[in-house]
């Protein structure tokens, strides 16, 4: 999450927190339902099946998010799996791209089957400000003042393009799927396709 603070007024990007979440818990319901057993990554929980698991991931993700000494890392934590297991991660995925490469690889290493979910605030594509606009991360990453932001959109945007094509191409050779979600935009597109692409892999390794 960034706040943004342009001039007088002070705008707060949606917290993409909590459309992760929600992504998360409508697709662990999902996969219950089809009697799939699903966790937390890296909360010790056994994976289990049900509604019961659904309540149990709800319960962790509510906790996590509340406790203000919970440290809440931008990459996902590296924990041993199964093999044949699959992995789904929710980020924003703006983390240096060689970063991201060590984790997939870690997972990938393993035989985990795995996809990516990038979930982006359109003031992040869209770098909608004009003037003075200071950043400030709110994650520890301090502050950065443009004076101009029009003059640097453009090369924000190829930037930003960048990252995206960069994750696509760390996740082709491993053959993990990678999702790309606005926070303006209905959460059962990409749900959908996510859960389609789990459906496939899923027929792979029955074939």
Known sequence: ????????????????????????????????DASERVTVLGSGMRPTSG???????????????????????????????PAHGTVVLVS????????IEQMLRHYASGGVRGHLVQVLDP???????????????????????????????T???ARLAAQKEGLRRLAQPADWTVHLHRTDRPPQTVLLSLYLAMADLRRLNAA
């Open 123 to 153: 003031a992040e594509e869209d770098l909608p400000f004009d003037g003075h606009v200071k950043f400030e991360g709110l994650e520890a990453e301090g502050q950065h003042t443009i004076r101009r932001v029009e003059s640097v959109r």
């Open 155 to 157: 090369a924000y945007g």
């Open 1 to 32: 999450m960034i706040h943004v603070t342009n001039g007088d007024c002070a705008v707060q990007v949606l917290q993409k927190a909590v459309r992760g979440e929600l992504l998360v818990l409508a697709l662990a319901s999902l996969l219950t």
């Open 92 to 99: 924003d995925w703006l983390d240096p791209l060689e970063k």
């Open 51 to 81: 509604r019961v698991a659904v309540r149990r991931i709800a319960e962790t993700l509510f906790e996590e998010t509340r406790d203000p000494a919970h440290q809440h890392p931008s990459l996902p934590p590296l924990v041993p799996l």
